[in-house]
């Protein structure tokens, strides 16, 4: 039996890699069409298909000619097709190499307006090329270009104080070398001045309204790993319907991504209530830091200063999130404490916890009532796990009390 189930193991394994594989090949034939995709657009618009049919049938109907004329010649060189071929590819692609050339008049003739046509149609070609390249250069810097990045952050939306934001992300090593999208309605030479302003960030641009889909897929934000939200005052946006397009942002960005991390800057302290139903994971209203920081400083001079430093995204001590460690699963905080300082972690203030969800099983009483059991029988038909959790709250547990028990999944926060 124990090698049965160790074969029957073994099996799975062969084809849950098979399936991994699969969905690799999958995934890479999806790209590889996207890519095709946009590419072939820059060149259909561009005429180059047109100008390599051009140089294809100048090239076959030169070897063509140039072997009818010549394979009559006493001395003539060229005995095979093949050889016509090979000379007017290699003519009309570079000076030529002399191994083969023409002895007649007519096929030095040939010869002759084969070299001009090359002049002309590689320098078309070239430049034709060249040309598609530097539209797609001055696309991106105008912000029309779909962007192909990965595990990128995207900002959606400008006011004044957006640059505040560049500057902690260019102060975060974490953050410093990921792409960073920027989604509003900015002149191109604004973008520029923020690129030469901002030299330590990877900056990308891409112009339009955050609120539509189709913008979104432009800066790649199905493949983001987190997107901050700022109260839009670009383009002529006013700031008085800035929030409403803060939440019209947020829902379309859910739309293409919904694993990415979403924090939203908003004006209205009402508006939060609109943003955590569209599942956005952080909320910060405009002034309330700034006024708590502003109390604080009335009653101790050094608290707004300390604050201030843990908050940074400099090298120094900050307040950070870590993953706790599975040995300190069911410890408590006085015991897991002195780990994080032994093993230079920093020092332990508090976790963010998930609460236990309520289940289907826990709405169902143990009674035997024909209508639970009319409800348990259904829920079984459908193959739908009774015992399945919702999604629990978030529990947020600073400086908890010595006897507050780690929970599987808890966030852990440190000063280090």
Known sequence: MQLRGHAQEGGRQRVRRRETRREALRKMLREMRRLYARLYGDIARSGLPALLAV?????????????FVERGADDGMFKRFFDG????????????????????????????????AGIVLTSLISGTVASIFVERRIREGKGLQELRVKNHLVICGWNPD?????RGLESSPDTRAKPIALVNWIEAEAFDALKA??????????????TQESVLKRAAAKTAQAAIFLPDASGGNSTANADERTVLGCLAFREVNREATLSAEIL???????LRRAAVDNVVVVGAIEGFLLSAGS?????????ARLLSNTDGPHLQEMVVPPSLIGKTFAEA?????????GVLVGFLSTARGVSLHDLLS????AIDAFIRRKFSEAEIDLEAETEGARELALAPGPDHVIREGDIAFVIG
């Open 366 to 369: 143990d009674d035997s009532s």
């Open 55 to 67: 140089f294809v049938i100048a090239v076959l109907a030169a070897a063509v000619l140039v072997y």
């Open 85 to 116: 071929i090979w000379f007017a590819v290699v003519t009309i692609g570079t000076v030529g190499y002399g191994d083969t050339y023409p002895v007649t008049d007519l096929g030095r003739g040939i010869a002759t307006l084969l070299i001009l």
């Open 268 to 274: 209205r302290p009402e508006s939060e209530q609109h």
């Open 337 to 345: 404490a002195p780990w994080f300082l032994a093993n230079g972690k």
């Open 299 to 307: 009653l101790s001079a050094a608290l707004p200063t300390a604050a």
């Open 162 to 166: 957006a640059e505040a934001v560049l």
């Open 197 to 210: 302003k901002f030299p330590g960030l990877d900056l990308r641009f891409v112009r339009g309204d955050f």
